[in-house]
């Protein structure tokens, strides 16, 4: 039976119905005030001094930001968190990714096989989907940041 | 001038003694009375600092403490800020004691804690940021830990090295406390040869989580006075302040921080605002400490501390320990109980214990880790969801 594709958290992130290449994190910004906010803020704005009478609309963050900081986690983290006990573990590696335009540092795992020797704070990342666990039923989504490949950097400097 | 005087302080020893947490507050709150040269039944008001662990009556920790001593009909309250529980149940006996709603005040908080991380509580719960960073991204504390140590490296030029040499600070302070539940001194070598939990920081350079208890015996300096104690430690200040919108700084057990579109960040972060508060309430300025204890999470975390309440500029952290100000016998001691590094964390008593050491440190009475002629000292702890706690004593 073929497994069904499934975010991790809903409304966080594009669906499968946009190329890879259209990949974004989603928040919501308040029309007010300007506040964005990830993860997603629908009910109301969390500015203490939002003029206030917004609305909350729901927008795509900027795809690219730059390493803040980086980990990685050598030993099988607790439940929720998924991992097959009988495996041998695999440390992930964790990032925090500064964004300019939204003023704010978001974490995500790295694309696999990305490692912490991979990475130097202030390093060109990009958001990428990626999949955190398989199970019986479904296939759980979620996103990734990924070193922009250094010719890419190139073009654009 | 809001003081009110510390008349009784006693602790359970940390460690993991695999008995329930009720069995260490009541150790504790026994040799706290015992310290204040009262009984039980003199005691108007019991705060305790809840624990998520032990289930119902963790979270009613100030009545379980009572009905454990013994039920006197005393006030009950229980209070819950994570990290900063213990700090807030000070709080709360201060504004009873000031207010005149009770004389004297049992403080009791105490934990008994599982092996490995800390991990969320159970079920499937895509609101609690708690659940989702485990779920997520499998985010422990130590990876945040682990962030900002990174970050410190990249920023300021700090090195493992430098983490090592706080724990070897910490645990040379922890050898000479009787309650620490580490007492060996550690090497930079043995920091160095210990397991990455999560790069770049290492097993040693991230503190356990413990049993333990802690308690204190808080009242009015007339009550003091009238009872044996003339010339008490007092507590000036204790600053419970909650971040300001914008969050720019990462914390656990956030995703994302706030985004700054809107407005801009507060020229202090949340850690530094919670010294400046307690500062400013109590009068006197870092110039005027003798002694710090500050919550140590990880080696690394201890540095950012040293700048969060003002004993050095930020990035200058490392400096000051390398100068040997903040070691036993420096110009400015940092976590003369061993800290975190020497205790391991038993949350809801953690911030109790650090004014425990506070306390004997200003009575002159800390033994082997005295700090001579030590007069004023401040505490700083932090916890999740925006608690943290900053409390100033003076003798
Ligand atoms: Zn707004």
């Not at chain 2, 956030?254 to 801009?264: G, M, Q, V, W, Y």
């Amino acid at each position: 039976m073929a497994r069904t594709r499934r975010p991790v958290v809903t409304g966080w992130f594009t669906d499968d119905t946009v190329p890879e290449g259209a990949f974004r994190l989603l928040g919501t910004r308040c029309s007010a005030c300007a506040a964005v906010f990830f993860p997603r803020e629908d009910d109301a704005c969390r500015n203490p001094v939002c003029p206030g009478g917004g609305a909350l609309g729901e927008v795509p963050l900027s795809p690219r930001g730059r390493v803040w900081s980086y980990t990685d986690g050598r030993y099988r983290p607790p439940a929720p968190y998924v991992s097959d006990p009988d495996a041998p573990w695999e440390p992930y590696t964790l990032v925090a990714v500064e964004l300019a335009a939204e003023g704010m540092v978001v974490l995500g795992q790295a694309a696999p096989g990305v490692r912490t020797s991979d990475l130097r704070v202030g390093q060109e990342v990009e958001v990428v989907p990626g999949v955190l666990n398989e199970d019986a039923e479904h296939v759980w989504t979620t996103w990734h940041w990924r070193p922009v490949a250094p010719e890419r950097t190139e073009e654009r400097a | 001038m809001n003081d009110i005087a510390v008349i009784g302080a006693g602790m359970h020893p940390w460690g993991k003694w695999g008995r329930s947490f009720v069995s260490y507050g009541t150790a504790a709150a026994r040799a706290a009375l015992a310290d204040a040269g009262l009984d039980w039944t003199d005691i108007g008001s019991v705060v305790g600092a809840d624990t998520m662990r032990c289930g119902y009556p963790g979270y009613v920790a100030g009545a379980t403490f009572a009905q454990a001593l013994g039920w006197q009909g005393a006030r009950v309250t229980s209070v819950y800020a994570a990290c900063a529980s213990g700090a807030q149940a000070i709080g709360t006996a201060r504004a009873q004691i000031l207010a005149g709603l009770a004389d004297a005040v049992l403080v009791v908080g105490a934990d008994s804690t599982p092996k490995g991380f800390f991990a969320p509580a159970g079920g499937e719960r895509p609101d609690d940021p708690d659940w989702l960073r485990f779920r997520i991204l499998g985010a422990t504390n130590p990876a945040y830990f682990a962030l900002y140590a990174r970050r410190r490296m990249a920023l300021y030029g700090d090195t493992p090295e430098d983490f090592a040499r706080v724990k070897v600070k910490n645990a040379a302070a922890g050898a000479l406390n009787p309650l620490a539940r580490y007492r060996k001194p550690v090497t930079a070598e043995e920091v160095a040869a210990s397991a990455v939990v999560a790069d770049p920081l290492r097993l040693l350079d991230i503190c356990a989580t413990s049993d333990g208890g802690a308690a204190l015996v808080l009242c009015g300096l007339d009550f003091a006075r009238r009872h044996g104690h003339p010339d008490p430690v007092r507590i000036r200040a204790v600053s419970t302040v909650s971040p300001t919108y914008p969050r720019a700084a990462l914390d656990l057990p956030d995703i994302a921080t706030d985004s700054t579109t809107a407005l801009d960040p507060a020229p202090h972060a949340f850690r530094a605002s919670i010294a400046r508060a307690a500062y400013e309430e109590a009068g006197l300025g870092p110039e005027d400490l003798s002694l710090a204890e500050v919550y140590d999470l990880s080696t690394a975390l201890e540095l950012e501390w040293y700048e969060d309440i003002g004993l050095c500029g930020p990035g200058e952290g490392a400096k000051l320990l390398r100068d040997g100000t903040t070691r036993l016998g420096g110009a400015l001691p940092v976590n003369t109980s061993g800290g975190l590094a020497s205790f391991g964390e038993a949350v809801p008593a953690q911030a109790i214990a650090q004014v425990c050491e506070l306390t004997w440190q200003l009575r002159g009475t800390a033994g082997d880790r005295q700090v001579p002629g030590a007069r004023a000292g401040i505490t700083a702890n932090q916890g999740l969801f925006g608690h943290g706690s900053a409390v100033v004593a003076v003798r």
